[in-house]
């Protein structure tokens, strides 16, 4: 009886954090998930055969490969291609504004991994035979220890928003439009980080110059 007792409180002293630290990052995964819907491909022949959310790159020299890629990492908002070893395996470099699918959202400990597969296709060159191909890059989000555990998803496809905004979002930008129940998200894609914020609880404001966006729970109420 006694190392029964022993038993489930070990158990209850040491599982529930077990399970607490998987669920954070599966229920960050489908929060992303929601807003962003991963693109389906066949396994077999390649094709895609459920499209998803299209994306934008807006930075340049980020690169792939149409077949395994190494991570691009992207630090405080920087990018960094791979180095090393890793970086043979990249031997596609995609341009700003190509256009891309998102294929898988994984969460980790201390950072995001955003896998892309580019819309169109391009003719692929090996030992002298030219094809079609699609490619692929990986973008890594690092962010500091222990960050990711509580960290806002609006925050963080704001982050993504700055390197691979959504089409939507692209084309907002060009309009430069604010509209009311827009995202803390899509107006940072639209106009970049403020000058300032003020953060009230259910109630931010971003100052920008000239201007301020008012947020009431994440969604733009006024504009002044």
């Known amino acids: 009886m006694k190392r029964s007792i022993l038993f489930l409180t070990f158990a209850a002293l040491f599982f529930p954090p077990v399970l607490k630290a998987a669920d954070w990052k599966a229920d960050l995964e489908k929060k992303l998930a929601s807003v962003y819907a991963v693109a389906k491909v066949s396994k077999l022949s390649g094709a895609v055969t459920n499209p998803g959310t299209v994306f934008v790159l807006k930075v340049d020299n980020i690169t792939g490969s149409s077949q395994t890629a190494a991570p691009n990492r992207v630090i405080d908002g920087k990018v960094r291609a791979p180095g090393g070893l890793s970086a043979g395996f990249n031997k596609h470099t995609f341009k700003k504004n190509d256009r891309l699918y998102v294929t898988d959202i994984n969460v980790s400990d201390d950072n995001i991994k955003l896998v892309f597969l580019s819309v169109d296709a391009s003719n692929e060159n090996i030992e002298g035979t030219s094809s079609q191909a699609r490619y692929r890059c990986i973008l890594l989000f690092e962010y500091p220890k222990n960050y990711l555990q509580t ?74």
């Open 151 to 224: 960290a806002d998803a609006v925050k963080l496809q704001a982050d993504f928003g700055a390197i691979v905004p959504t089409e939507e979002q692209a084309n907002a930008v060009q309009t430069k439009t604010v509209a009311l129940g827009q995202t803390m998200a899509e107006v940072e894609a639209i106009l970049g980080k403020p000058e300032t914020i003020v953060n009230l609880g259910t109630k931010v404001i971003y100052n920008y110059k000239g201007m301020k966006v008012i947020f009431v729970d994440g969604k733009v109420s006024d504009v002044q």
